[in-house]
């Protein structure tokens, strides 16, 4: 059983990134022996093969302009948080995309089996190059390509997906059928979605129809993983609200974005569900629900922020985990890329 999953580098990390998808990779990478037993992928009962594969989408982000220090800051970053907020690189396999060229090599050879159909049903691609089409990279539009070749690569059985990215998944397996299909190779493990048990979607603290987002022009809209106490204990109490009580059950919370989001937030930090708390609260306003939900996101935030800050320092400490990383990547993406190599009647 081998679990693939990567995230962008892009600054700023916040909440959203954290209980969207950070705290999920922690627990898959904690679970992995009991989930690779249970699917009945077990190696002796040891599971040496099944491992969780974890890496910074640093060749994705080229799709959007940014310096190259800003660039490689963002990768150091990421890697700390992921660091600080549970990875083990030493049961998993943590590292950027740019340090194994075999992501770059295997996408541009799916791109002979990649359609042009295909891409250009990526609601992704329309939503995020809007009506600017003309004008947008042929990075943007082929990235999907690269994301099956991310997931193709080490023959991943399984990968967490959300809404967002059920169709790039679909798409990565259709590449795969089709080249097997074509080259008569067996070379490409058709990979399965795992939907998280808990999928938290964290939305702004000013707008509860929005996702929280580092590119809110307002701070006050998220809740920073380098906030110091002080500050999430104000973001708290400046979150926009709506007068009324919390109701009894989370069936209350329909048409109130802002109170679904607040419970919702603290439903997840607290592992409970959102009618727990509804019931633990119930009757009382915003002025006692938010100073407990401001204690507990700083009581649960505190020492990853000591942790990444820690971290964030040391650069060739961040630099090796990476590179040790990197090595344990591409030395399990060497068989696949000679096979796709072989296949097609390519000389290395």
């Not at 999953?5 to 600054?11: N, V």
Request: proline share 5%; aromatic share 6%; charged share 25%.
């Amino acid at each position: 059983m081998r679990v693939l999953s990567g995230i962008q580098p892009t600054g700023n990390l916040h909440l959203g990134n954290y209980l969207g998808a950070i705290r999920n990779w922690v627990k898959m990478q904690d679970e992995m022996p009991a989930m690779a037993a249970q699917a009945g992928m077990a190696n002796n009962g040891k599971n040496a093969d099944s491992q969780c594969f974890f890496f910074l989408a640093d060749m994705h982000s080229i799709t959007v302009h940014e310096g190259r220090e800003q660039r490689i800051r963002n990768v150091r970053d990421m890697a700390a948080a992921l660091v600080a907020s549970g990875i083990d690189p030493d049961r998993s396999v943590l590292f950027n995309q740019a340090r194994v060229p075999a992501h770059a090599e295997l996408a541009w050879l799916l791109n002979g089996t990649a359609r042009i159909g295909w891409l250009n049903r990526m609601t992704q691609f329309k939503d995020k190059a809007g009506k600017d089409r003309e004008g947008a990279s042929v990075g943007l539009f082929v990235y999907p390509v690269l994301q099956a070749a991310d997931i193709l690569l080490y023959q991943a059985t399984h990968v967490p997906v959300g809404e967002d990215q059920k169709q790039h998944l679909e798409l990565s397996r259709d590449i795969a059928t089709k080249f097997n299909t074509d080259f008569g190779a067996d070379i490409f493990t058709l990979p399965a979605p795992i939907i998280p048990k808990e999928s938290a979607r964290i939305m702004s603290l000013r707008d509860g129809t929005a996702k929280m987002s580092k590119s809110d022009p307002s701070d006050l809209s998220r809740i920073n993983l380098t906030d110091e106490d002080d500050a999430i204990m104000t973001k708290v109490k400046k979150a926009k609200t709506d007068p009324e009580p919390l109701p009894e059950t989370a069936e209350g919370l329909a048409g109130r974005p802002e109170a679904n989001n607040l419970v919702g937030i603290y439903a997840t930090l607290s592992n409970s569900t959102p009618d727990t708390v509804c019931a633990e609260f119930a009757g009382k306003g915003f002025g006692a629900f938010k100073p407990a939900l401001g204690e507990l996101l700083v009581e649960t935030l505190r020492p990853m922020r000591q942790r990444f800050l820690e971290l964030r320092t040391d650069d060739a400490a961040l630099d090796a985990i990476l590179d040790k990383g990197a090595a344990k990547a591409t030395a399990a993406a060497e068989p696949t890329l000679r096979a796709a190599y072989d296949a097609m009647g390519l000389m290395r």
